[in-house]
C-alpha cells in the first residue's frame, strides 16, 4: 500500500518520501530473486527516476539518496545478469562502482563478488580472480564469513576456468 500512496503523490508531481525509493528496491529485491526480472527492472529503473527526481518532502541526506542510486545500478546489473545480457550486466556493474567507491566503500566487496560472478559466467577468470582478489581481504577484516565463502568458493571457480586445479583445491 505505502508504494502505491507514494508512487500516485509522486506521478501527481508533488514532493515525495525518500522512502518510495526504499520501497521500490526492497520490491525490485524480492522480484529479482524470485525470478521475476521484468517487475525488477520496472522497479529498479524507477528507483532510479524517483532518486533523480530530487522532489523529496523533507530535507534528506543527499549522500544517502545516492547510495541508493548506486544499489538501483547493483540491482539492474544483477537482473541483466540473470537474464544473460552480461555486456549490460557488466555496464552496470560499473555505474553502481563509481557510487559505492564515493559514497559506500563497504559496498564494493560484494559488489565485486556479484562482478566476478558475472565475469565467471562470461569466461574471463582472470578479471573474476582478480576482482575477488581484491574483495577477499575487506570481507575477511570486517569478517563477513558467508560472503567470505561465497568469494572463495567463486575463486575456486575462477582458478579451476584457468586451469589452475591446485589453486581450484586450495580455495574450495
Do not use: C
Request: glycine share 6%; aromatic share 6%; proline share 4%.
Amino acid at each position: 500500500i505505502g508504494i502505491a500512496i507514494r508512487d500516485r503523490a509522486y506521478v501527481a508531481g508533488e514532493p515525495v518520501h525518500v522512502r518510495l525509493a526504499i520501497d521500490l528496491m526492497n520490491r525490485a529485491n524480492v522480484n529479482n530473486a524470485a525470478g521475476h526480472p521484468g517487475p525488477a527492472t520496472r522497479d529498479y529503473h524507477r528507483m532510479v527516476e524517483v532518486v533523480a527526481s530530487g522532489r523529496y518532502d523533507s530535507r534528506v541526506d543527499q549522500e544517502a539518496i545516492s547510495v541508493l542510486d548506486a544499489k538501483a545500478q547493483h540491482g539492474l546489473a544483477a537482473v541483466a545478469w540473470r537474464v544473460g545480457d552480461i555486456p549490460q550486466a557488466l555496464a552496470y556493474y560499473e555505474k553502481a562502482q563509481a557510487g559505492y567507491a564515493e559514497l559506500m566503500p563497504s559496498g564494493l566487496p560484494k559488489l565485486r563478488m556479484d562482478q566476478a560472478e558475472t565475469l565467471l559466467t562470461a569466461g574471463l577468470a582472470e578479471e573474476a580472480a582478480r576482482q575477488l582478489d581484491d574483495a577477499l581481504p575487506e570481507l575477511q577484516r570486517v569478517r563477513n564469513l558467508q560472503n567470505v565463502a561465497e568469494a572463495e568458493l567463486l575463486r575456486a571457480a575462477a582458478a579451476f576456468s584457468e586451469g589452475d586445479l591446485r589453486g581450484a583445491r586450495v580455495w574450495a
